[in-house]
T-cell receptor, first 112, second 112 residues
């Protein structure tokens, strides 16, 4: 089983739609979680951290479910500019170097 | 401006000709890392560094070397590049175990 798994998509959604992505992780002791956004041929950029209690940043909501070992990203009122690949990131527990593992990404295409 | 700078952005080289990709960060981050990104495989870690003179192998270190003589710089060295090292390379840095990475703009390397 992969350490971090994401549905590659693509998710094709109309403007204004709500879309959600999930990301599962295998190590139950994983410590920190993030969502990144990557535009085609560009560097990944940090979108938001994921906190245990869930957190929101404008149209974006991130949640963590430790019992089922997944994190989610919800995008409300999708914009054309949201079209990108979304990467989930998991940091393993302490003890020396905390390894950072990236999912392979979920591609989102918002259609006019 | 806080950033990670890597050079060159594009490089075409021939098999066996040694090359170095430079990476520099101005945020005084302890952790630095090199990733390669290939279609369908996502971001894979090549080498990482926890601080000056502290480096270790990631998931795909074969054919690569790194050094960390100063905190801000973390060059990636390909002693004898081969065509299977054709890829998009990213350097990244972060400040601590619970923080996400900041990425450089990427280096697109083609080995012919």
């Amino acid at each position: 089983r992969k350490e971090v798994e994401q549905d590659p998509g693509p998710f094709n959604v109309p403007e204004g739609a709500t879309v959600a992505f999930n990301c599962t992780y295998s190590n139950s002791a994983s410590q920190s979680f993030f969502w990144y956004r990557q535009d085609c041929r560009k560097e990944p950029k940090l979108l938001m951290s994921v906190y245990s209690s869930g957190n929101e940043d404008g149209r974006f909501t991130a949640q963590l479910n430790r019992a089922s070992q997944y994190i989610s990203l919800l995008i409300r009122d999708s914009k054309l500019s949201d079209s990108a690949t979304y990467l989930c990131v998991v940091i393993k527990p302490p003890g020396g170097y905390q390894k950072v593992t990236f999912g392979t990404g979920t591609k989102l295409q918002v259609i006019p | 401006e806080a950033q990670v700078t890597q050079n060159p952005r594009y490089l075409i080289t021939v098999t066996g000709k040694k090359l170095t990709v430079t990476c520099s960060q101005n945020m005084n981050h302890e952790y630095m890392s090199w990733y390669r990104q290939d279609p369908g495989l996502g971001l894979r870690q090549i080498y990482y560094s926890m601080n000056v003179e502290v480096t270790d192998k990631g998931d795909v270190p074969e054919g690569y070397k790194v050094s960390r003589k100063e905190k801000r710089n973390f060059p990636l060295i390909l002693e004898s590049p081969s065509p299977n090292q054709t890829s998009l390379y990213f350097c990244a840095s972060r400040t601590g175990s619970n923080y996400g990475y900041t990425f450089g703009s990427g280096t697109r390397l083609t080995v012919v």
